[in-house]
């Protein structure tokens, strides 16, 4: 799926079907619920493809939809974690 062309009128699971996520009542940042998965493996943004990471030094990637509210479930942002540990990027 690309994460780059994603409705937001749309329930967030649609998003994440044919996954295995998880959801929290507040996503720090934004304060909006948050479902997410860890299996990453299906989604792009773009030209840029996630992988699953089997690796225990790094976190491991996730893709996460914020939610409107616990009723309408209406998709409004998407958060995405990447994290490599043997990539450094100096600007």
Excluded: C, H, W
């Excluded at 994440?16 to 934004?30: P, S």
């Excluded at 773009?46 to 976190?59: D, I, W």
């Excluded at 409107?68 to 995405?80: D, H, V, W």
């Amino acid at each position: 799926m690309d994460l780059e062309k994603v409705e937001f009128t749309k329930d967030y699971k649609e998003i994440l079907k044919n996954t295995k996520f998880q959801t929290d009542a507040r996503e720090i940042v934004t304060t909006l619920p948050i479902a997410y998965t860890k299996d990453v493996g299906g989604y792009k943004f773009g030209t840029v493809s996630f992988v699953n990471n089997a690796s225990t030094s790094a976190k491991s990637p996730t893709v996460g939809v914020l939610i409107n509210n616990s009723t309408e479930r209406i998709t409004k942002g998407l958060k995405i974690e990447i994290e490599d540990t043997s990539t450094v990027i100096v600007f």
